[in-house]
Nanobody, 125 residues
């Protein structure tokens, strides 16, 4: 089965840092693209960051570029999202996702096939 399980969410103060993890099956880890998305109640799902697993190219949304970093540990079949300088507007449910094939737009959630259930990140003082 293809499965993704996020962890690492929690409560942090503005300006703080947090690292999210996503454990995947071998099938998901062998996908063409892996990414992180987030969604708040009443809002559209937003692509945060993704990576092409074939050449390790990475992509970031304008709102997080320079603050967040995506990475992958192939041996552990795990992807990470390091979040620095967190802001209150980063308060979202973060989900990891995997694509089974080529994606034309790396931060478009419609192009991803497998999803985790999400982990809550709350940035508040």
């Amino acid at each position: 089965q293809v499965q993704l399980v996020e962890s690492g969410g929690g409560l942090v103060r503005p300006g703080g840092s947090l690292t999210l993890s996503c454990a995947t099956t071998g099938f998901a880890a062998d996908s063409y693209a892996l990414g992180w998305f987030r969604q708040a109640p009443g809002k559209e799902r937003e692509g945060v960051s993704s990576m092409n697993t074939r050449d390790d190219r990475t992509f970031y949304s304008r709102s997080v570029k320079g603050r967040f970093t995506i990475s992958r540990d192939n041996a552990k079949n795990t992807i990470y999202l390091r979040m620095n300088n967190l802001k209150p507007e980063d308060t979202e449910v973060y989900s990891c996702a995997a694509s089974k094939g080529f994606v034309a737009r790396e931060l478009d959630f419609h192009h991803y096939d497998y999803w985790g259930r999400g982990t809550q990140v709350t940035v508040s003082s």
